[in-house]
């Protein structure tokens, strides 16, 4: 039996929940920064969003940000668009 929560474990490895991390005021600055130009020039971005304690990747065009909400909606595909939080972003890059 101890095997086999050995394997489970070794299996599920790459998903355990982990701390959100702490992001500094040039990293906010430079997301700023990566969102402005992406939405200039129409350019995909990949968006690393932290959820409950696992990562995961988005794909797709910003669409509109909203200050009021601290929202930021990204295309998918077309007409389907997903909304998230900023404070929920650890980690954006411009495909270019």
Known sequence: MPLG?????????????KLKPLLDEYEKEEF???????MEYNLPVKIKVWSDG??????????YV??????LCIEMTTNEIERMAFDDIVGLIVVE
Request: proline share 3%; charged share 30%.
């Open 32 to 38: 700023d920064r990566s969102i402005a130009y992406a």
């Open 5 to 17: 929560f050995e394997m489970t474990r070794a299996m599920f490895k790459d998903q355990e929940r």
């Open 66 to 71: 909203n200050p009021i909400t601290f929202q």
């Open 54 to 63: 696992f990562t995961e990747t988005i794909t797709g065009r910003i669409h």
